[in-house]
């Protein structure tokens, strides 16, 4: 069974500073894997699909790598900003088709 | 629609009552998932349709549980006798095919009381 880690689970960040945000997963065998963002009450907002052939993905302030072999992802967010605060969800696709999930990093920061 | 369009958007139904969530997916959006979000917990798996393919039902936490979809249309999840731990958000999402981009909703916040 796919086990899906993400660290740290909550985080406080000064406005401007670059966001880490790591997710590990247990099963490399993975098609590929999604970052979602989620605010309080509300569902889940894509935010970078990155498919197992690829290294990484960018899109504007977001840069996701992919190290399939070793069960590691990473979101970068550059110059973060105080709407940038919400929880940050990795999820792998393995060959059963179905999306695991971690249970998120929390980010709060702080203007 | 532009989006995967969830409804109700919240329900507080009362234990033992039944209840029907609906999903209407992106159009052409062949495959289709039901998560559950508990308070604090985790996205937990539900259901995944693909298609006319059988759907994959391996996450329904008990007979209580059931979906269906017609087609690559709208999907209703039919939760029987309700239970106080049935309340949560239960979300949707579509893809255009098993291994593309997943699109969710906003989620159903259920009550159970």
């Known amino acids: 069974k796919q086990e899906v880690t993400q660290i740290p689970a909550a985080l406080s960040v000064p406005e401007g500073e670059n966001l880490v945000l790591n997710c590990s997963f247990t099963?490399?065998?993975?098609?590929?894997l999604q970052w979602f963002r989620q605010d309080p009450g509300k569902g889940l907002t894509s935010l970078l699909l990155i498919q197992s052939s690829q290294r990484e993905q960018t899109s504007g302030r977001l840069n996701a790598s992919l190290d399939k072999s070793s069960g590691r992802s990473t979101l970068y967010i550059a110059a973060s900003q105080p709407g940038d605060s919400a929880t940050y969800l990795c999820?792998?696709?393995?060959?059963?088709?179905?999306?695991?999930f971690g249970k998120g990093n929390q980010v709060v920061v702080i203007p | 629609g532009a989006g995967v369009s969830q409804s109700p958007s919240n329900k507080v139904t009362e234990k033992g009552k039944d209840v029907e969530l609906r999903c209407d997916p992106i159009s052409g959006h062949t495959a289709l998932y039901w998560y559950r979000q508990r308070l604090g917990q985790g996205l937990e798996f539900l259901i995944y349709f693909q298609g006319n393919s059988a759907p994959d039902k391996s996450g329904l936490p008990s007979d209580r549980f059931s979906a269906e979809r017609t087609g690559e249309s709208v999907s209703t999840l039919t939760i029987q006798r309700t239970q106080q731990e049935d309340s949560a958000v239960y979300l949707c999402?579509?893809?255009?095919?098993?291994?593309?981009?997943?699109?969710f909703g906003q989620g159903t916040r259920l009550t159970v009381v």
């Open positions: 999402a579509s893809s255009v095919a098993w291994d593309t981009e997943a699109f």
């Open positions: 099963d490399s065998a993975i098609y590929n």
């Open positions: 999820a792998v696709r393995g060959g059963n088709n179905r999306l695991a």
